[in-house]
């Protein structure tokens, strides 16, 4: 029994080497590894969060053939790169670049930090300025009433 669940835990982790398939892999281990490196940046647009290395889907497989197909023609790595989000936006990569409009979303995280730190610590500046004797004593009829409510 612990070998059969043992087995099947191995066959879980592996199941992501076996995306790519034997007639995808290029003769060459230099431009195979370089393949390798790239689709492990671009992500699968069908399973989301997975690069199209671990990804079983269709087009993962076509963008692992169109990335190794780019790289036998002498393509660079980044003329491979900028081809794939060309043409299929820059969603398809699983690390955005900090650039453009993304800009705005990489500072938003700090900015929205930096803004809630601000009021925090103005918010304590304030409490700790405040008039601790700003109440006055109680009357002798509030006294009293009080005194009633809490026999009750």
Do not use: H
């Not at 060459?28 to 990804?55: F, H, K, M, T, Y």
Request: negative net charge.
């Amino acid at each position: 029994m612990k070998r059969l669940i043992l087995s099947l835990a191995l066959c879980l982790l592996a199941a992501p080497v076996w995306a790519v398939q034997p007639d995808e892999v290029l003769d060459d281990p230099q431009l195979e590894q370089r393949a390798r490196d790239i689709s492990a940046g671009l992500r699968c647009l069908v399973c989301r969060n997975e690069s199209i290395d671990d990804s079983n889907a269709g087009l993962a497989r076509d963008l692992r053939l169109l990335v190794r197909e780019r790289l036998v023609a002498g393509d660079s790595d980044d003329e491979v790169v900028e081809f794939i989000v060309d043409r299929y936006g820059e969603y398809v990569l699983l690390n955005p670049r900090a650039t453009g409009s993304n800009l705005v979303l990489w500072l938003a995280g700090p900015a929205m930090l930096l803004v809630g730190a601000g009021l925090g610590w103005t918010y304590l500046r304030r409490r700790e300025r405040a008039e601790e004797g700003r109440l006055e004593p109680l009357s002798d009829q509030e006294a009293e009433r009080l005194r009633e409510i809490m026999k009750d």
